[in-house]
């Protein structure tokens, strides 16, 4: 029974044969990197190891991919993340057996939480010494399978091809999601013929695409008659590249929108139906709107705990309609009246057909009022950098039209509330692990993926440092990141719970003692460094950063130490009980 | 699994409900399917594993338990697995379902034919014996299977192998 991989994997070796007429006989290591040009791979992000040697002699003489040389798995993961939010394509890794692997978890549970499409491929040690602690190696499939969409150990050199062809198609469709796919050394070695496949035949694997039309038309009708209706958007959008058909009937209805973290972009922040993020940090009308809509309409959003606060209390007034590729997300966390499975390209223009514009005229004076009264805060301080200040100024120097990619923490928080986004796939962050040391290196990915467009990375002392090391990979490379470290010498966000919920006890979330240079730690890398730690130096030093075109710029903005991020809705709370400042 | 009926009282409070799975026969679905369940928080009762009705599709029969809410999310969460081919939640259908135990009890000559009597009771079949205990192959649903090893408990039972369930949907049964 160990010896029982997918049965189809010997029906296709006989196709195979059948086949040789018209195919090419070839190793492993050439079958995969031809492979990837078929499916049309221009990207990976690796890091070479005993396993994977026969492939790297291989790419050596390829001149169609690009192979990244990151410095550590975790951050060529997170970097092949970043490239596959910013462009809507699949992300490629290729790391060794053993330590490459494990090295490449982290990277994996975050694309895996935020369902963004990877093809992971790890080196194994050769077949025949699976399972006997061999040297690096680990049962990658094992440990990854928890956090992948699927996984595949391939046992058989003549379904390579097939594996890689079935493996990008998983990743990329229904709703997306890592893939690894562990080669044995001697897989790589060995000899099949190339077939040249050009379609993938999957039956136990479906994904549902157009909506049940007569449960868009019950949900047009139960949106037309709403007084107080709310679109509340999720990354589902930004994935489903829909933001188009979203911004059309939002504006021809004159709905009011509100984003989650992973959703920001899609509408545009500018335009007047917007309401901003909703949440924990939302803003204060996001989240009133939430509570007091009658219709809440959740488009590609999955009612994640940030999102809602206490469920009880969330949206307690409305009636709720989901639209969501996965239908294992419908009334997972809140249960709702009119489910919609389908892909949101295909749904909404259909909701729109069917729509008739609601009275919201009423809705939009409260809302407008919430806005007025409730506005967020851009609190001033003599001589001292305000994050949200700076947050601004980094809006201002960058148009709004940057990759913005943000780690973990305050940081991001009020990057998410200050920025203003307009631009779908133009806000990358890790909202569903909240993983620390991800915003650097993917900010790398999104640079080398869109090397027309400006790439910010805002992040903090402590998630830099998780990953700065990747400063050397940016440099060779010659990727122009404008990084923003908010240094608090704080983890400022743990640092606010403490604050607000361990009677200031700061347990080991100060970093300051030991901090480095931040401007020399750059400048030994060959990188930018500049440092401002005044209002006023601000402006000069973002001019300065502008003009670097041709290396990355770590910026240091010395910012006060203690501010905290408001609103906040505490862990337990619902959403209408939020802390708006300090003072309360 | 021995323990089933031991645990019977507290564990059937919330329903029981037969999920048959229909998936490909290898053991990285096998994997996935058993760590969806621990992953996510959800109980297997018991579970069989082998052979479907085409070669390289296996069945796997899980009896598990929970509210409504959670048993739509077990259904759905094994049907995104990408090698899971059909999910059927049996519990609302009828269904044959049967499991095979075997029973080893203490057996010395004293009380042989009493438990003999109870072995016909349950239509079970005694399939091993020896001076001091009889090995007892019983075949029913998980109810019956429990019933026996209740009865046989005071004899004092050595060991226990249970199957597990396994089950189908029942074909139509005439009109009434």
Same mark, same amino acid.
């Given at each position: ?121 790890? =080196?194994? $040690?050769?077949? !025949? +010494? ?5 040297? &690096?190696? %680990?049962?990658?499939? /094992? #440990? ?32 997306? =999601?890592? $893939?690894?796919? !562990? +080669? ?5 070695? &060995?000899? %099949?013929?190339?077939? /040249? #496949? ?34 509340? $958007? ?25 984003t989650?973290l992973?959703?920001l972009g899609?509408?545009?922040e ?6 901003g993020m909703l949440g924990m940090h939302g803003t204060w009308y996001a989240n ?18 940030r ?67 409730h506005p967020l805060e851009v609190p001033q301080k003599d001589g001292v950098i305000m994050p949200q200040y700076m947050i601004e100024k980094l809006s201002e120097a960058t148009k709004g039209?940057a990759i913005v990619v943000a780690d973990v923490g305050q940081h991001q928080m009020w990057a998410a509330q200050h920025y203003t986004f307009?631009?779908?796939?133009s806000m990358l962050s890790s909202g569903?692990?909240g993983t620390m040391g991800y915003g650097f290196?993917a900010a ?10 400006e790439v910010l990375c805002i992040t903090g002392d402590g998630g830099f440092q998780m990953t700065s ?12 990141i404008k990084i923003a470290i908010m240094n608090n010498g704080y983890l400022g966000m743990v640092r606010q719970w403490q604050e607000l919920f361990y009677?200031k006890?700061y347990?080991?979330s100060t970093m300051k003692s030991?901090n480095p240079d931040f401007v020399?730690m750059a ?6 460094g500049l440092r401002a730690t005044t209002p006023e130096e601000v402006d000069p030093m973002l001019e300065k950063a502008m ?6 710029v770590v910026m240091d903005f010395v910012v006060d130490e203690e501010a905290n991020c408001y609103p906040m809705v505490p ?7 939020m802390i708006e400042s300090d003072e309360e | ?176």
């Amino acid at each position: 029974m160990k010896e029982s991989t997918e049965s189809q994997e010997v029906k296709t070796e006989q196709q195979a044969q059948n086949e040789a007429g018209s195919s090419r006989e070839m190793a492993g290591h050439e079958i995969f990197v031809e492979t990837l040009r078929d499916v049309g791979v221009d990207t990976i992000f690796g890091y070479p190891g005993g396993a994977v040697l026969d492939i790297y002699n291989t790419l050596y003489d390829e001149t169609k991919i690009n192979h990244i040389l990151v410095r550590h798995e975790q951050a060529g993961t997170h970097a092949a993340d970043g490239y596959a939010r910013s462009t809507g394509k699949t992300g490629v890794v290729l790391a060794t057996s053993g330590p490459g692997g494990t090295n490449t978890v982290t990277g994996i549970a975050t694309a895996s939480m935020d369902s963004i499409p990877l093809v992971v491929f790890t =080196g194994q $040690v050769p077949t !025949d +010494l699976i399972g006997n602690d061999a040297f &690096q190696e %680990a049962d990658i499939v /094992g #440990i990854t399978r928890p956090i992948t969409k699927h996984s595949y150990l391939v046992k058989d050199v003549s379904n390579l091809e097939k594996v890689i062809h079935e493996a990008f198609h998983i990743a990329n469709s229904g709703r997306p =999601g890592p $893939v690894v796919v !562990d +080669l044995p050394k001697d897989m790589i070695k &060995q000899k %099949a013929q190339f077939r /040249g #496949i050009d379609s993938v035949e999957l039956p136990s694997y479906k994904p549902v695409t157009k909506g049940h039309e007569t449960q868009i038309a019950k949900a047009a009708n139960m949106i037309s008659e709403a007084e107080r209706p709310l679109f509340y $958007v999720g990354g589902g959008v930004t994935l489903g590249d829909a933001s188009k058909e979203l911004t059309k009937l939002a504006e021809k209805y004159n709905i009011p929108v509100t984003t989650t973290l992973m959703g920001l972009g899609t509408f545009p922040e500018s335009k007047s139906q917007s309401l901003g993020m909703l949440g924990m940090h939302g803003t204060w009308y996001a989240n009133m709107a939430t509570t007091e809509c009658d219709v809440l309409v959740a488009i590609g959003a999955r009612f994640d705990d940030r999102v809602t606060g206490r469920l009880d209390g969330f949206s307690p007034k409305s009636k709720k309609i989901h639209i969501d590729i996965d239908p294992a997300c419908i009334s997972k966390n809140v249960p709702v009246d009119i489910p919609i499975v389908g892909d949101v390209k295909n749904v909404l223009p259909t909701l729109e057909k069917y729509m008739r514009q609601p009275e919201v005229d009423e809705w939009w004076e409260t809302l407008n009022k919430w806005q007025e009264e409730h506005p967020l805060e851009v609190p001033q301080k003599d001589g001292v950098i305000m994050p949200q200040y700076m947050i601004e100024k980094l809006s201002e120097a960058t148009k709004g039209e940057a990759i913005v990619v943000a780690d973990v923490g305050q940081h991001q928080m009020w990057a998410a509330q200050h920025y203003t986004f307009n631009y779908p796939r133009s806000m990358l962050s890790s909202g569903g692990l909240g993983t620390m040391g991800y915003g650097f290196p993917a900010a790398m990915g999104a640079a080398v993926g869109n090397p027309d467009r400006e790439v910010l990375c805002i992040t903090g002392d402590g998630g830099f440092q998780m990953t700065s090391y990747e400063l050397a990979t940016a440099v060779e490379y010659q990727l122009p990141i404008k990084i923003a470290i908010m240094n608090n010498g704080y983890l400022g966000m743990v640092r606010q719970w403490q604050e607000l919920f361990y009677e200031k006890r700061y347990s080991h979330s100060t970093m300051k003692s030991a901090n480095p240079d931040f401007v020399k730690m750059a400048e030994s890398y060959g990188a930018v460094g500049l440092r401002a730690t005044t209002p006023e130096e601000v402006d000069p030093m973002l001019e300065k950063a502008m003009k670097v075109d041709d290396r990355p710029v770590v910026m240091d903005f010395v910012v006060d130490e203690e501010a905290n991020c408001y609103p906040m809705v505490p862990s337990g709370a619902a959403l209408y009980e939020m802390i708006e400042s300090d003072e309360e | 699994m021995a323990n089933n009926a031991q645990n019977n009282g507290e564990k059937n409070e919330s329903p029981k409900h037969t999920i048959s799975v229909l998936v490909e026969h290898n053991f990285n679905a096998l994997s996935r399917i058993v760590g969806l369940f621990s992953g996510r928080g959800f109980e297997i009762d018991s579970i069989s594993f082998g052979h479907g009705q085409e070669p390289g599709l296996a069945r796997i029969t899980i009896t598990t338990h929970g509210d409504e809410q959670i048993i739509e999310q077990i259904t759905k969460q094994l049907h995104k697995i990408v090698d899971v081919h059909k999910v059927t939640d049996l519990t609302y259908e009828p269904l044959v379902e049967r499991e095979l135990a075997l029973i080893k009890v203490y057996a010395p000559p004293s009380s042989r034919s009493e438990i003999m009597q109870i072995v016909n009771v349950f239509r079970a079949k005694i399939i091993d014996i020896s001076p001091e205990k009889l090995t007892i192959e019983i075949t029913g649903n998980q109810d019956k299977v429990d019933a026996s090893i209740g009865m046989l408990r005071q004899f004092g039972i050595v060991e226990v192998a249970r199957t597990g369930s396994v089950a189908l949907k029942r074909e139509f049964q005439g009109s009434t």
